[in-house]
């Protein structure tokens, strides 16, 4: 925890979260108003490429924000020093959908329906307009949507994922990413008609569109709770959260840069004291400078050649010293033919080959929230499978889990609620649908008795 820390100006006020792509930290602006910062894990910059594709993203994301696109984190600059890289943001970027689902108990104060619909409708309006511009979020999730002060729902780390981890992005993934965020939502915040309602959004969207599935709730404000469409709830959740004591996150040291070592990777002018990246020996990249290749490496060895007198006189006293050299770039180049070839194939994809349903042996009582849990074994790669719950009251959940490199093994856990008098025995099961080992869905199941 960086609790009193500065980057760029920006105080770091200790309350961390750890995402896909590194570390986000609150903090506070030079002027006092709420920021963020995302410090970038070290690994994930060493990619090929990697620095790269990263400007590209956020300097994408800066260009909508000047078109008028709303519904994304302000970026206000994106920084490196000692080889760190952090993003800084014009918004507080905490609570997350994430840290409102998993601290209900401590709030004190349930999200609603309304709060659901208003994130939905939001999320929705802004992967619309990512989409119209060519663009995709690639990363839609409870843990990439921030509510803002105001109860605003913000989308975080537009593209993050595709630039440093080369994770496919498009809108038929955000689609479906946005049906899980609905399902979850609904099976979380609402009950009765409301939870259909959602639902039927989420069913929507797979079938006609996110236009389509938010008109769906807003055609349906009648059965949401009074103030939906003020966002009262969500205000109301975040005064409640923001009451608790800062979770900081285990993190590894970082070193934090003084403001005079920064030097901003979007717009170099914006910082006219920092030296030009030749000359501090940094390296420069982003729009508009040349990738320096080993083609342009041999070409300027052969101009400084040529140039040199003494070294013309040389090459002709000993040609077959020029024939070595040439002997030695064909092997230099074969290498790193080689080399290329094998960063342009595929890499491994996701495969789940396994899955178990467990449920509890004992009856249940009156009114319990049973937790049916079941396992997803995979092959140790990353990816993202989709999957469904299927209940034998005839509730179907459709969700996407996102599984990091080197996990095994996910829990897929499963609340299900059974209200009034009576006995009921349920069943649930788990399908996943894609990347499993044989091309098609394997499911599980398991059974609870209840009795009040």
Partial sequence: ???????????????????????????????????GLLRFNDHLLAAPGARERLVAAISADRRLAQSGQYGLLPVADLVAAHGEVWLIVGRRTVPTVADLLTGGGQLGWQPDAGSAA????????TL???????????????????????????LAERGLLEALRTEPASPERDIAAWQGLARTLSASWATGQQAQLL???????????LA????????????????????????????????LPPVAAALPPARLPETGEL???LDPARHPGAPPAAESGG???GPGVPADTSAAQIWRQGATQHADPT???????????????????????LIAGFILYQRMQPPAEITVSKVSVSAPKKTQGCDAKTKIMAVVTTNGESGTFTYEWEQSDGRVTEGTQRVESGTTSVDLPLIWQVSGPGRFKGTATLRVLDHTAEGKPIAAKASFSYKC
Wanted: aromatic share 4%; charged share 20%; glycine share 12%.
């Fill in 311 to 333: 070294a013309q006189s040389r090459r002709k006293a000993r040609p077959k010293r020029r024939g070595a050299w040439l002997s030695s770039l064909v092997v230099c180049l």
């Fill in 283 to 285: 390296m420069r990249f």
């Fill in 128 to 154: 619309l307009g990512l989409h119209a511009a060519g663009l995709a979020h690639g990363a839609v999730h409870p843990g990439t949507v921030v509510i803002g002060e105001d109860g605003s729902a913000l």
């Fill in 212 to 243: 389509a599935a938010r008109d769906v709730l807003t055609n349906g404000r009648e059965l949401l709770p009074a103030g939906f469409s003020t966002r009262e709830s969500l205000v109301r959740t975040l005064h409640a959260w923001s009451a």
């Fill in 1 to 35: 925890m960086h609790d009193g820390g500065t980057v760029a100006g920006h105080r770091l006020t200790g309350r961390t979260r750890v995402s896909e792509v590194g570390t986000w930290h609150d903090a506070e602006g030079p002027g006092g108003a709420p920021s």
């Fill in 263 to 265: 030097r901003t990777l």
């Fill in 199 to 209: 639902d039927h959004a989420a069913s929507t969207a797979a079938s006609r569109g």
């Fill in 118 to 125: 208003t994130i939905l409708i939001e999320t929705a309006q």
